[in-house]
């Protein structure tokens, strides 16, 4: 199978701590993207990562890719009460794109 | 600029009954997504339509179908329900040949008793 796993599959974490999320997938990609659901609601795009980069950022998000290790991080820095939402990771290859099954974050008051 | 909408936002049916749920894309986008979220799992690709044409379809049995109007809207059909076909269904949008970023819509809970 090519489905991403996340890891871990649930993190609570205080408010004002960073918070690492993994995602490992199993063949080679053309990029990777991470997105944030809340709550049962859609999806909402944060960051694309192509697959000859090796770090992005975008604002307090800092994602990172080892094509060789075929895994990539999501870090988010000084966590707030509205990160609270679970994290998808999602491998494009050619014609298919194929989503892990996801962090569920929780951030701590 | 409006985003992808979907409708309806929650649908209940029964077993056995057919079910057909509608998605509008971003203006300017020709291709159209589905995913079936099942509750506490992650996203299952169902069916990608681009310019009218089924481009590719996920590990799902012939009973779900859809298709792509020429305005780009799009309807996904789920024949024969069965109580395991409860899920959020979530359509999404992107440039055609684009897989860089997928624009979602709040989804279509679907609850099958």
């Known amino acids: 199978s090519q489905q991403g796993e996340e890891d871990p599959q649930a993190l609570s974490i205080q408010e004002g701590e960073n918070a690492t999320m993994n995602c490992s997938y199993k063949?080679?990609?053309?990029?990777l993207q991470w997105y944030r659901q809340n709550s049962g609601r859609g999806l909402v795009h944060l960051i694309l990562?192509?697959?000859?980069?090796r770090e992005k950022h975008s604002g307090r998000l800092r994602v990172t890719l080892d094509t060789s290790k075929k895994s990539s991080s999501l870090l988010i820095t000084a966590s707030r009460a509205a990160d609270t939402a679970s994290y998808f990771c999602?491998?494009?290859?050619?014609?298919?794109?194929?989503f892990g099954k996801g962090t569920r974050l929780h951030i701590l008051p | 600029e409006a985003g992808v909408t979907q409708s309806p936002t929650h649908l209940i049916k029964t077993r056995g009954q057919q079910v057909t749920l509608r998605c509008s894309p971003i203006?300017?986008?020709?291709?159209v997504y589905w995913y079936q979220q099942a509750l506490g799992l992650g996203l299952q690709f169902l069916l990608w339509y681009d310019e009218g044409e089924e481009r590719n379809r996920g590990n799902f049995p012939p009973r779900f179908s859809g298709r792509q109007f020429p305005n780009y809207s799009s309807e996904l059909n789920v024949n024969a329900l069965e109580l395991e076909d409860s899920a959020l269904y979530l359509c999404?949008?992107?440039?055609?040949?684009?897989?860089?970023?997928?624009?979602f819509g709040p989804g279509t809970r679907l609850t099958v008793l």
């Open positions: 203006s300017g986008h020709t291709s």
């Open positions: 999404a949008s992107s440039l055609v040949w684009s897989y860089n970023e997928q624009f």
């Open positions: 999602a491998m494009n290859r050619d014609d298919k794109i194929i």
């Open positions: 990562i192509r697959s000859n980069e």
């Open positions: 063949t080679s990609i053309n990029n």
